[in-house]
C-alpha cells in the first residue's frame, strides 16, 4: 500500500523487460499504400456509396473522410485516403484476402468512441467500417440470445431487445455510437460489469474474417461449449489486430423489474471502501452498480450540464460522490432495501455519507446516472485528457489521483497554461480507476511528467495499464507493466498465426 500521496512506492522495471519482446516486429512489413487499381479491384466487390476515397476520380473529400481518420480524444490523426464500408461478411472476406495479397495495412473501425488510439490509422492504413454492417440476425427470447452483425450500434440492440423484456449485459457512456463489434473488440466494460460480468463471459460466439478472408464461423449460440480450445475468446479484446469481426452472438439478461439510483455525498474518500461493504452487505443481490466520482469530476460534469446538479446545501463538504443502482425482482422490496441503507447510513453515529440523493422518478433516474456517465464528455469539453484507465486496489485510487496532482504541481505543471485539472473517477465495484489529467494542450512536457511515472506507479500495486479501454497504439509502450515476458512474447506468436504479414491494425497493442 502507499505511503501518502506524495510518496509513492514504485519498484523500477528493469530495463530488460521494458523494451524487449519485440520479436515479430523488428522488421516490420512495408505496406502498400491503396492504389486506384485497388480501387479499381474494391468496386468489383462494392457498390460505388460503400467506398470512400480522396484518391482521383474522388468519391469523397479529405473533410469526409476527417471523422474516420481522427480519434474521439483527438489525440490521434491518420492520412487514410479510403474507406470501405461493407454491407456483407462475404465482402468483408474479399476485401481483406485482397489487402493481404497487396500488403495494405487495414484499420477495422466501428464507432470510433475507442479511447486509445485503435480505431485510426497511424499512416494511409485503409480504412474498413463496418457501419453498414447493422442487422439483428436473430434473438431467442426465450434463452435470450442475440445475433447480431458487428456494427450494430450498442443503443439500438437495447431498443431491439427491450420490447422483449431483456437488457444488454454491457452498458456505457458511448452506447449511442459504440458498435457491438467495436465494445467485444475492445472487452468493454463500462457500467454493468459489476452485475453481469465481463464481455468474456457474456459473449457466446464471433464470427470472424482473418486477413486472408478466411471466414472463422465460431458463432454459436451455446452455453456450454467444452470442445477444445475457445478461440473466440481471442477476439475478444483483440482490437482488431486479429481479424474483422462482422457478428457477435451476446447472452442478454432479464430485464430487472424495478431499478432505483441514490447518489450518495460523502465528506472523504477514505469512506469509500468501508461504504462499499455496508452497501454490499445491505443490498446484496440487487446491488448493480457502485460508481464513484470525485469532486472534481462532479464540478466539471455540472459545469457542462451532466445530469442534474444536486443542491448546494447537499455537495457542500463534499470531496467525492458515489453512485448507488439496485437492480431486482419486486419493486417495493428493493425500496424498502434502499431506504434501509440510507436510514443506517444517515443515522450512524459517524457517518460515512453526508448526504444522500434518491431518484424519485425515471427522470431522475437517468438524470443521476447522466452525471456519472458524462463525466468523459464534460472533461473533453474542459480541454484535452491523458487518460488513464487503470486497475489498482480500491484503497489506493485517491491517493494515486492525489499523487499525481501533486507531481504535476512539483514541476510546476498545475496551472492555468498547462494541467488544469486532475481528477479520478471510474468503477469501483470492479476496482477500475479512471484517471484524468485536463491540460490546454497534449505538450511533452506533461507526457514526461505522467509517463512512466503513472505506470511505474501501477505496476508497484500489482495493478494494470488497462482496465477496460484497451491497449490500442496510446499503450504499446506500457504492456511491459502489466505483463511478463513470456506473455507477450506468446502475444506476439499468436499475432503471427492469424497475421502473419501484420495487415491488421499494425501499431496497435502491439509495438
Ligand atoms: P472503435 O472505437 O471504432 O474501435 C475500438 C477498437 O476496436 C479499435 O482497435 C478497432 O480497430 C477495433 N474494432 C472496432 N470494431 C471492430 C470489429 N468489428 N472487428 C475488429 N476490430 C474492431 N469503454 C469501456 O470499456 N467502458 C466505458 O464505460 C466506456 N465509456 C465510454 C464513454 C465515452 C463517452 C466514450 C467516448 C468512450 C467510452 N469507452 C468506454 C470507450 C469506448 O466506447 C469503448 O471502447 C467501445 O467499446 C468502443 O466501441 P467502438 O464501436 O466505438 O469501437
Ligand atoms: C467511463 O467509465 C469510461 O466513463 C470513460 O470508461 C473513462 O474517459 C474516461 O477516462
Ligand atoms: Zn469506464
Known amino acids: 500500500m502507499l505511503a501518502t500521496a506524495s510518496t509513492v512506492v514504485v519498484r523500477r522495471l528493469p530495463t530488460r523487460l521494458r523494451w524487449t519482446t519485440r520479436l515479430a516486429s523488428s522488421t516490420p512489413p512495408k505496406f502498400n499504400s491503396v492504389t486506384k487499381e485497388d480501387i479499381a479491384h474494391f468496386s468489383k466487390i462494392l457498390p460505388p456509396t460503400s467506398i470512400l476515397t480522396t484518391l482521383e476520380p474522388a468519391s469523397a473529400s479529405p473533410s469526409e473522410l476527417e471523422i474516420f481518420n481522427n480519434d474521439w480524444i483527438g489525440r490521434f490523426k491518420g492520412q487514410s485516403t479510403t474507406v470501405l464500408k461493407p454491407k456483407t461478411t462475404e465482402q468483408v472476406s474479399q476485401i481483406l484476402k485482397w489487402c493481404n ?26 480504412v474498413l467500417s463496418l457501419a453498414n454492417m447493422n442487422k439483428v440476425r436473430s434473438f431467442d427470447p ?10 450494430c450500434i450498442l443503443q439500438s440492440l437495447t431498443d431491439y431487445v427491450a420490447p422483449h423484456n431483456h437488457i444488454m449485459p454491457v452498458d456505457l457512456g458511448a452506447k449511442g455510437s459504440c458498435q457491438i463489434g467495436g465494445n467485444v ?18 459473449v457466446l460466439g464471433v464470427e470472424v474474417v482473418l486477413p486472408d478472408g478466411t471466414i472463422l464461423d465460431q458463432l454459436t449460440t451455446l452455453r456450454k461449449d467444452n470442445t477444445g480450445y475457445d478461440l473466440k475468446q481471442l477476439f475478444i479484446g483483440a482490437e482488431g489486430t486479429l481479424g474483422v469481426v462482422t457478428a457477435v452472438s451476446i447472452l442478454t439478461p432479464p430485464a430487472p423489474q424495478a431499478s432505483n439510483n441514490v447518489i450518495l455525498a460523502l465528506p472523504s474518500f477514505n469512506n469509500v471502501q468501508p461504504l462499499f461493504r455496508q452497501v454490499k452487505h445491505h443490498l446484496s443481490e440487487i446491488l448493480s452498480a457502485f460508481e464513484f466520482i470525485d469532486r472534481t469530476a462532479y464540478d466539471l460534469a455540472v459545469k457542462h450540464g451532466q445530469g442534474r446538479a444536486l443542491e448546494s446545501d447537499e455537495v457542500e463538504g463534499a470531496e467525492c460522490f458515489v453512485l448507488v443502482e439496485t437492480s431486482g425482482g419486486r419493486r417495493e422490496h428493493d425500496e424498502e432495501k434502499l431506504s434501509d441503507l440510507l436510514e443506517d447510513l444517515l443515522s450512524a453515529e459517524q457517518p460515512l455519507i453526508n448526504t444522500g440523493v434518491l431518484a424519485q422518478n425515471p427522470a431522475q433516474f437517468s438524470s443521476l446516472w447522466a452525471l456519472r456517465e458524462g463525466v468523459t464528455e464534460a472533461v473533453s469539453k474542459e480541454g484535452k485528457a491523458y487518460k488513464y484507465d487503470i486497475s489498482i486496489p480500491l484503497a489506493s485510487f485517491q491517493e494515486v489521483v492525489d499523487g499525481t496532482r501533486e507531481r504535476l504541481r512539483q514541476k510546476g505543471l498545475l496551472h492555468d497554461k498547462a494541467v488544469k485539472h486532475v481528477l479520478g473517477y471510474g468503477h469501483v465495484g470492479d476496482g477500475n480507476l479512471h484517471l484524468n489529467i485536463v491540460a490546454d494542450a497534449f505538450l511533452p512536457e ?13 505496476q508497484s500495486l500489482r495493478g494494470s495499464v488497462s482496465a477496460e479501454h484497451g491497449i490500442g497504439a496510446m499503450k504499446t509502450h506500457a504492456l511491459p507493466y502489466s505483463k511478463d515476458k513470456a506473455s507477450i512474447d506468446l502475444m506476439y506468436k499468436i499475432k503471427k498465426v492469424f497475421d502473419p504479414k501484420g495487415i491488421m491494425n499494425p501499431g496497435k497493442v502491439l509495438e
Open 101 to 126: 495479397e497487396r500488403y495494405i495495412a487495414v484499420v477495422p473501425q466501428g464507432g470510433n468512441t475507442g479511447l486509445v488510439g485503435g480505431s485510426v490509422p497511424l499512416h494511409d492504413e485503409l
Open 142 to 151: 426465450v434463452a435470450g440470445i442475440l445475433v447480431a452483425d458487428a456494427g
Open 185 to 202: 473488440s475492445t472487452n468493454a466494460g463500462g457500467l454493468r460489469l459489476l452485475r453481469y460480468g465481463s464481455l468474456h463471459g457474456t
Open 446 to 458: 506533461i507526457q514526461d511528467a505522467l509517463e512512466p511515472y503513472i505506470y511505474e506507479v501501477v
